[in-house]
């Protein structure tokens, strides 16, 4: 019956972070999967979700079906989060705001949508780009192609923009927000407004991933491109996610907001979010929203979540500082310059895929075989063993 079936390869990440599990050495270090860990490499429960988890219990509401497009608090409480409170998309209602299972599900439901609407829409992804987002929406039957992104030398700014240039009126072009996944590399907010006009003149459909608020500069910081979109009128797609900035990575908790030219629009968008929703999984996770609104809505809860997120964005600057002093002084010759400057969980090595299956099999030492490592998988306890295995594939 099922002999046709091809083998399914694995996943290039969780199937690494699958093997670090099975790995019996004692000393592995796992800078594989983007998670954070904390400096006794643990996945840390916050104090704000446990008290927002404590809350939910104590109140020992019913468990419904949510509306298909999820708990109304949690996708109030993202708009605020990533527009601003009181921008002017949002209190003009052009905002179309769905709870998703993360935001792998608010890509994957925005990318049905687009193959339902924008049926002759291709995708433009940078290269290089999180694994995964090629095969969600090549998944969702839209063709997909990359922009140059990032040489070793850094950003290729220049040469996205030409790209992007020659495409086709109605091309989506997928843009992290911030803290770029793999390369660590970000726009900055001056090229961020030299490729707004060009997205706009093109008319072309931004669709932006944000998984990683809170871990590049903050809060607000880390959503400057969602409101430099929002308050150049343009119209776009924006997938977030807590998986990381609340650490709850099996909750799912996330969301897709879409941002439309008029209230009219956006209701047509949210009904026809709603319609793709109810046509996969029927509506989202009740305990995902109820974290998500309660973190996010209860001033003490987000206080002290605040400080949680600024306390682990704080110590991943620290393990890039750590990592890179330990290397200069193993090979003082190279520039390790790069672990500074790039931001949040990922650095882009370098290093070769060979180099990379060496620092697995000879030194426990797990990390993507693009060469991206998770600095947040770094601690005080492993990185003088990170950094010498580093070096010693480095130097062959
Ligand atoms: C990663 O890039 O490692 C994370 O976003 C986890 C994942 O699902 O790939």
Redesign the pocket.
Same mark, same amino acid.
């Given at each position: 019956m099922f002999e046709h079936l091809d083998a399914y390869p694995g996943?290039p =990440?969780?199937g690494l /972070?699958e093997a670090f599990q099975k790995d019996p050495r004692a000393d592995k270090v796992n800078l594989? =999967?983007? =998670?954070y860990f904390d400096d006794a490499g643990r996945i840390p429960v916050l104090a704000s979700v446990r008290k927002a988890e404590a809350l939910m219990l104590e109140r020992a509401q019913p468990k419904p079906y949510l509306p298909i497009e999820g708990d109304a608090a949690c996708r109030a409480q993202v708009q605020a989060l990533l527009f601003g409170a009181g921008h002017r998309a949002v209190a003009e209602g052009r905002v179309a705001t769905i709870q998703a299972v993360g935001s792998?599900g608010g890509l994957k439901v925005g990318a049905e949508f687009l193959k339902r609407w924008f049926p002759r829409a291709e995708v433009w992804v940078s290269d290089p780009t999180?694994? /995964?987002h090629r095969a969600m929406f090549q998944g969702a039957g839209l063709a997909t192609h990359s922009y140059p992104y990032y040489a070793p030398d850094g950003l290729r700014f220049d040469a996205m923009l030409a790209t992007l240039a020659q495409l086709p009126a109605g091309s989506v072009v997928l843009l992290h927000a911030c803290c770029h /996944?793999?390369t660590g590399v970000d726009l900055s907010r001056e090229q961020w407004q030299r490729l707004i006009p060009l997205l706009e003149e093109r008319r072309l459909l931004p669709y932006l991933d944000l998984?990683y608020q809170g871990f590049g500069d903050g809060l607000d910081a880390d959503a400057h491109a969602v409101r430099m979109l929002a308050d150049a009128g343009l119209s776009f797609f924006v997938a977030n996610s807590f998986?990381?900035s609340m650490s709850v990575?099996g909750e799912r908790c996330g969301a897709l907001s879409v941002v439309c030219p008029s209230a009219a629009e956006a209701e047509r968008v949210l009904g026809q979010l709603k319609a793709t929703i109810r046509a996969n999984y029927s509506s989202p996770p009740i305990h995902a929203g109820g974290i998500v609104a309660a973190v996010l809505g209860e001033p003490a809860l987000r206080a002290q979540w605040e400080a949680e997120l600024a306390a682990m964005r704080g110590r991943i600057a620290a393990m890039r500082r750590a990592l890179h002093d330990a290397l200069v002084a193993r090979l003082p010759q190279r520039d390790f310059g790069y672990l500074l400057s790039q931001r949040g969980?990922?650095s882009y090595t370098g290093l070769a895929p060979e180099q990379v299956d060496a620092l697995r099999e000879r030194h426990g030492v797990y990390l993507?075989r693009s060469g991206?490592i998770?600095v947040a998988g770094l601690n005080t306890g492993n990185v003088v063993r990170a950094a010498d295995a580093i070096a010693k594939v480095m130097a062959g």
């Open positions: 996943d =990440i969780l /972070n594989s =999967i983007g =998670i792998s999180w694994d /995964n /996944n793999p998984a998986s990381k990575y969980m990922f993507v991206r998770c």
